[in-house]
């Protein structure tokens, strides 16, 4: 059995991500393993802050006791819901996971798939947003994008209102 996993989830704080969360805690992560929050950032000219320096390769891992902090957080232009930060706080504690965050700016669809070559993740979670036919041809899916073009595992967890 494979002894360091690192599962990612991609999270937007979005209830369909908090839900794919908490599938991935209730279903996936076990003792020992890294929960790994990719967090991706649309694009922009930032004057100020970390994100300047990791625009390109992504933030450096942010350990759960910064991404809690507000402070921490402001300076990558990412604000953690409550929920998300109660779900990733109690499965630390419970199950014994190291959790971290690492943030990308740019498209979430490519984003996600460099997240899993470059960590390099075991396995990723995503949440689905439920667009319809029109929507997702249109917009596209990241869920979609992440399982035909992702280089491990990949589970999509549906969303119902």
Request: proline share 6%; net charge negative.
């Amino acid at each position: 059995m494979e002894t360091d996993r690192r599962v990612g989830v991609a999270v937007d704080f979005s209830a369909s991500s908090k839900n794919a969360l908490k599938w991935a805690v209730d279903n996936v992560i076990r003792k020992g393993d890294h929960l790994i929050l990719l967090t991706i950032r649309p694009e922009g000219h930032y004057e100020e802050g970390e994100m300047q320096l990791w625009e390109v390769t992504g933030s450096p891992f942010i350990p759960l006791s910064e991404f809690c902090d507000p402070d921490v957080m402001k300076k990558y232009g990412v604000k953690p819901d409550p929920e998300t930060l109660d779900i990733v706080s109690t499965a630390a504690r419970q199950k014994e996971v190291e959790v971290l965050m690492k943030i990308y700016w740019g498209d979430p669809r490519e984003k996600l798939c460099e997240a899993i070559d470059n960590i390099p993740l075991s396995c990723i979670i995503v949440g689905n947003r439920g667009l319809g036919k029109l929507k997702r041809a249109i917009m596209g899916s990241v869920s979609n994008y992440v399982v035909n073009n992702g280089s491990c595992p990949v589970t999509v967890v549906k969303h119902h209102d």
